[in-house]
T-cell receptor
Framework: QKEVEQNSGPLSVPEGAIASLNCTYS??????FFWYRQYSGKSPELIMF????GDKEDGRFTAQLNKASQYVSLLIRDSQPSDSATYLC????????????FGKGTHLIIQP | DGGITQSPKYLFRKEGQNVTLSCEQN?????MYWYRQDPGQGLRLIYY???????QKGDIAEGYSVSREKKESFPLTVTSAQKNPTAFYLC???????????FGPGTRLTVL
């Protein structure tokens, strides 16, 4: 059974600070890793994806992957109130179009 | 204007009724997926299809059925055999061979 674990939160971060979101996964064969943002009542929106060990930066967002530790994280710099949402970590182990395994999400609150 | 559309946005079902949720995409994506999300939970895969006229069960297929007669369309039927169908249903699609998935706006189903 593939599992993706996230701290449900809420994680409260002051505006302008760095928010750090973490995710661990059980399947060592996992190949692709995704972060989705989901506002309350809305569908998930893709923020970042990462395939290789190390860091990947896109604007204020940085995804970090450590396959040896089976750990992926998302950093949000200069956090804004509009970043307040639930962040879902998703993992693909199949190497193709057979569905993702999602964590339950971390609820992030940016305090003005 | 490319994207994924789902209808209806809200759906109410009486006990014992079958209902069909619509999902259409004009992204020319090969693969399509149905997920279910319960409050405070991650997404769980119901069915997926990588090609027209072919589909596979996901983790929670019992009580659901699908068809894929056209590349653009992947309707989901929630049958009376699904004992707890109240949930947020999300359709997604991806290019075949790539695992990055994009989501439609979702359908919220409530059983009365």
């Amino acid at each position: 059974q593939k599992e993706v674990e996230q701290n449900s939160g809420p994680l409260s971060v002051p505006e302008g600070a760095i928010a750090s979101l973490n995710c661990t996964y059980s399947d060592r064969g996992s190949q692709s890793f995704f972060w989705y943002r989901q506002y309350s009542g809305k569908s998930p929106e893709l923020i970042m994806f990462i395939y290789s060990n190390g860091d990947k930066e896109d604007g204020r967002f940085t995804a970090q992957l450590n396959k040896a530790s089976q750990y992926v994280s998302l950093l949000i710099r200069d956090s804004q109130p509009s970043d307040s949402a639930t962040y879902l970590c998703a993992v693909d182990s199949g190497g193709g179009a057979d569905g993702l395994t999602f964590g339950k999400g971390t609820h992030l609150i940016i305090q003005p | 204007d490319g994207g994924i559309t789902q209808s209806p946005k809200y759906l109410f079902r009486k006990e014992g009724q079958n209902v069909t949720l619509s999902c259409e995409q004009n992204l020319n994506h090969d693969a399509m997926y149905w997920y279910r999300q319960d409050p405070g939970q991650g997404l769980r895969l119901i069915y997926y299809s990588q090609i027209v006229n072919d589909f596979q069960k996901g983790d929670i297929a019992e009580g659901y059925s699908v068809s894929r007669e056209k590349k653009e369309s992947f309707p989901l039927t929630v049958t009376s055999a699904q004992k707890n169908p109240t949930a947020f249903y999300l359709c997604a699609s991806s290019i075949f061979g790539l695992d990055t998935q994009y989501f439609g706006p979702g359908t919220r189903l409530t059983v009365l």
